[in-house]
């Protein structure tokens, strides 16, 4: 099935890696910029929510309809297609006057995200060089992560440091696009194309060999992207009006710092026992959780510093242990949909408690809002470490 030579593979591995990296940056770039569209628009916090919610339907449309087409049309092809939406999402961004547009750009960059997010992850894995394997999985995932926490980072200082600041980070964006497709054009195919193509819709499904590996992982990261979505949709408004501080790149380096976190957390799993990786993983999540819901009540930076870093090592961990195992317990022909599906998983846990979180905003204050969303993140992270627990029970007596 492989058509490369590994011992050639350095560079397309690194430019898929990049451009991985670079479809990530961008959707996360408005985050810190939220703030002065609704100065400009007038947009509420559900506003926000919504543009916000829309992107990550764009994402599961995506998984859904597209996460097993690379298996078929190439693995080069739709990171391609990916690229060319997540720099349409930059120019529709660049010429925004309003909600329906922001709306659109969202759109084009969700579908970016959810065609890289599977495809991407597989893609990284097969291109990495025989001495490289072990660490492929690390790459792809930090590649996400990072390039997660690295968006509101750039757009933040962007904004700061330079004019227009709602037209620059994404002209950025758009020239790191063009880079990405670059890299991507000379990259070889890692898939042998079929002789008759068949283009599905993917249902959500796992092979039964793979289940008891993909429900304690997906419960894991369910839990862990539902703060990934908190951090990236409510951060800015919590940071700016009820704790007053605007500074855009500080909005940013909050937003980012889970992500950036989690990619720190994703290189320290390697150092754990492999039985104990999904646990500690979800142990550290709930940790950082409670740490973040006392920078809520009491009203302090401290807790938007402090939580969000120590729960992103706690997501990395599980993720990257989580993904792995069930990337490893795939078959070759069905593993980007498996993939994709564990994606789908950790999508809706980043978009429809946002949802919620911005319908109840609207009725109760932002913080109380935030605190019963901390309470049933952290309830979720108990439930997956009693499931990992009688799991492995279950294991050791089998």
Not at 9 to 18: I, N, Q
Not at 120 to 143: F, N
Request: glycine share 12%.
């Amino acid at each position: 099935m492989r058509t490369v030579d590994p011992s050639r593979r350095v560079g397309p591995f690194l430019g898929a890696a990049l451009a991985f990296a670079t479809v990530m940056i961008g959707t996360t770039m408005p985050t810190p910029l939220y703030p002065l569209y609704q100065q400009q628009f007038g947009f509420s916090q559900l506003t926000i929510t919504v543009i916000f919610a829309v992107y990550a339907a764009g994402v599961i449309a995506a998984l859904l309809i597209a996460g097993r087409w690379s298996d078929q049309l190439g693995r080069r092809p739709m990171l391609l297609a990916g690229l060319l939406l997540s720099a349409l999402s930059d120019l529709v961004f660049w010429q925004a006057d309003g909600l329906a547009m922001m709306l659109l750009g969202r759109v084009f960059s969700g579908i970016s995200a959810g065609i890289f997010t599977g495809t991407a992850t597989v893609a990284v894995m097969e291109l990495a060089p025989e001495r490289w394997k072990r660490g492929g999985t690390l790459v792809a995932t930090a590649a996400n992560m990072g390039g997660l926490g690295l968006g509101p980072m750039l757009a933040g200082a962007l904004a700061l440091a330079l004019p227009l600041p709602l037209v620059v980070p994404y002209l950025v964006h758009l020239a790191l696009a063009l880079l990405a497709i670059a890299c991507l054009w000379y990259a070889p195919e890692t898939v042998e194309r079929p002789a008759r193509v068949r283009l599905r819709v993917q249902r959500p499904q796992v092979p039964a060999e793979v289940r008891g590996v993909f429900v304690p992982a997906a419960t894991a990261a369910f839990a862990g992207f539902m703060v990934c979505g908190f951090a990236t949709s409510v951060t800015p408004a919590f940071v700016g009006g009820e704790l007053g501080h605007h500074n855009p790149l500080l909005i940013g380096v909050v937003a980012g710092l889970l992500f950036i976190a989690s990619t720190g957390g994703q290189m320290l799993q390697e150092r754990l026992p492999s039985a104990k990786r999904l646990p500690i993983g979800c142990g550290v999540l709930l940790v950082g959780v409670l740490l973040l819901a006392w920078g809520m009540a009491a009203e302090t930076l401290a807790g938007f510093l402090l939580g969000p870093a120590v729960a992103g090592v706690g997501q990395g961990i599980a993720f990257r242990a989580g993904l792995g195992a069930v990337a490893a317990a795939s078959p070759a022909e069905r593993k980007a949909a498996v993939v994709s599906t564990f994606f789908v998983v950790a999508y809706v846990a980043i978009s429809v408690p946002v949802i919620g979180i911005g319908l109840m905003a609207s009725l109760v204050s932002l913080q109380l809002t935030g605190l019963i969303f901390a309470g049933l993140v952290a309830l979720l992270c108990v439930v997956a470490m009693l499931l990992l627990h009688r799991s492995g029970r279950a294991g050791a007596t089998a």
